[in-house]
C-alpha cells in the first residue's frame, strides 16, 4: 500500500530511473541505474523491468543493458510539439521587466533582419527607445550581431539588402562571429543612444537551431548586475523549453 503522503510513491521511484536513463548519454547496466538511482539492485530491477513491459524503456537482449523505450520517446516528441519557445521566452522577459531597470523584449529573425515581436517595458526604465514590430540595425545592435553568429550569410545578406545604409555598418568577422557563438551572449554600449546598453541571448528550439532572441535595454550604469538575470532567463528557457544541452555559457 502506497504511503499516505498525497503521491504515488511507486511513480517517484520510477521516474528516479527514468531520469537516470534521460541523463545518459548511452543505454546503461543495471548496477550503474541502481547507483545512480540510489536504489539496490533487485529494486532496480524490478522497477525497469515493468517499464520495460510498459514501453518506458527498453532492454538490449545481447548486453542487458537498459535505454529510453519507444513509449518516453513519443512521449518526448508529443511535448517537444507543445514548446512554444517565442511563448517561453514572452513569459521570462516580461517577469524581467517587472523586476529590474530594463526594458525587456523578444526578437525574431525576418526578412528584413531582427523584428521586436515582444517588448515589455519597465516602471523603473523612463527612456523605452524601442517599440514593437521594429526592425533592428544587423551591425550595430546585439540583436543583430548574434542573429549573425548563428544564421547562414545567406539569409543575413539578404536582410541587408533591405536594411538602409544606416542600419548597416562594418559586418563582423568570422573570429568576432565566434567569440559571439562562445559566449551565447552579447552586450553593447551606448550602440544606438548614448548611455544606453543593449544585450541579447540565443533562445534554441528542440533542433539546436535559434528561434528567438531575448532582448534588454537599459540606462549604462544603472543596474550593473543586468548581465546575470539576462543570462539566467535564458537558461530558465532552456530548462524550461528541453534545451538546457545547447547551452554551455559557465558565466
Not at 540583436?143 to 559586418?171: M, V
Not at 559566449?183 to 543593449?198: N, R, V
Not at 533562445?203 to 539576462?230: R, S
Request: aromatic share 6%; net charge neutral.
Amino acid at each position: 500500500m502506497e504511503k499516505q503522503t498525497g503521491l504515488v510513491q511507486s511513480v517517484s521511484v520510477s521516474m528516479r530511473f527514468l531520469k537516470v536513463l534521460n541523463e545518459s548519454d548511452s543505454p546503461l547496466p543495471l548496477g550503474m541505474i541502481a547507483k545512480r538511482a540510489e536504489a539496490g539492485a533487485s529494486m532496480a530491477h524490478r522497477y525497469l523491468q515493468t517499464l520495460v513491459k510498459e514501453g518506458m524503456v527498453s532492454q538490449d537482449a545481447a548486453t542487458g543493458f537498459y535505454d529510453l523505450g519507444p513509449q518516453a520517446i513519443a512521449l518526448g516528441i508529443s511535448a517537444i510539439r507543445r514548446i512554444n519557445p517565442i511563448e517561453v521566452a514572452s513569459e521570462q522577459m516580461k517577469a524581467l521587466a517587472e523586476t529590474t531597470e530594463a526594458g525587456c523584449g523578444v526578437a525574431i529573425w525576418t526578412q528584413r533582419g531582427p523584428a521586436l515581436i515582444r517588448w515589455y517595458k519597465s516602471a523603473y526604465f523612463s527612456l523605452n527607445p524601442l517599440s514593437l514590430g521594429e526592425i533592428l540595425p544587423l551591425d550595430n545592435t546585439a540583436c543583430g550581431l548574434l542573429f549573425q553568429a548563428y544564421l547562414h550569410p545567406s539569409a543575413i545578406q539578404i536582410a541587408r539588402d533591405y536594411q538602409p545604409a544606416h542600419f548597416c555598418g562594418k559586418p563582423p568577422n568570422n573570429e568576432q562571429l565566434e567569440h559571439i557563438r562562445q559566449a551565447q551572449f552579447l552586450a553593447l554600449k551606448s550602440h544606438l543612444l548614448p548611455e544606453i546598453t543593449g544585450q541579447a541571448a540565443p533562445v534554441f528550439d528542440a533542433q539546436g537551431n535559434v528561434a528567438c532572441l531575448i532582448t534588454t535595454m537599459d540606462h549604462l550604469g544603472h543596474q550593473p548586475n543586468i548581465t546575470v538575470p539576462i543570462k539566467q532567463s535564458a537558461r530558465t528557457i532552456a530548462e524550461l523549453t528541453g534545451t538546457t544541452h545547447y547551452w554551455h555559457s559557465n558565466d
